[in-house]
Nanobody
Framework: QVQLEESGGGLVQPGGSLRLSCAAS?????????MGWYRKAPGKQREVVAT???????YYTDSVKGRFAISRDDAKNTLSLQMNSLKPEDTAVYYC?????????WGQGTQVTVSS
């Protein structure tokens, strides 16, 4: 079991930046967990934004490549998502995710709104 808590969301203008953080209640590197960020926009299904393996290999969905960067600090049990050049279509609730042999776990989500 693990508890995940996101922070860092908010309102930002188009072209701006935000950094999301996810604090985990336990060390996930030791269990080989894959971690990731997902988002759900109004009227749409939840989609993957970026994931990172325990070995540090990242994956990005096409729409955020070159703008977002995912990272994990296993010493601090944190996952981050640096979001640059934000667009209105990035508006969504962003969720932290961790998965390994025990199951899949989600945080409560943090709202990101990109609007002028």
């Amino acid at each position: 079991q693990v508890q995940l808590e996101e922070s860092g969301g908010g309102l930002v203008q188009p072209g701006g930046s935000l950094r999301l953080s996810c604090a985990a209640s336990r060390n996930l590197f030791s269990v080989g967990a894959m971690m990731g960020w997902y988002r759900k926009a109004p009227g749409k299904q939840r989609e993957v934004v970026a994931t990172i393996t325990s070995g540090g290999s990242p994956y990005y969905t096409d729409s955020v490549k070159g703008r977002f960067a995912i990272s994990r600090d296993d010493a601090k049990n944190t996952l981050s998502l640096q979001m640059n050049s934000l667009k209105p279509e990035d508006t969504a609730v962003y969720y932290c995710n961790a998965k390994w042999t025990l199951g899949t776990f989600w945080g409560q989500g943090t709202q990101v709104t990109v609007s002028s």
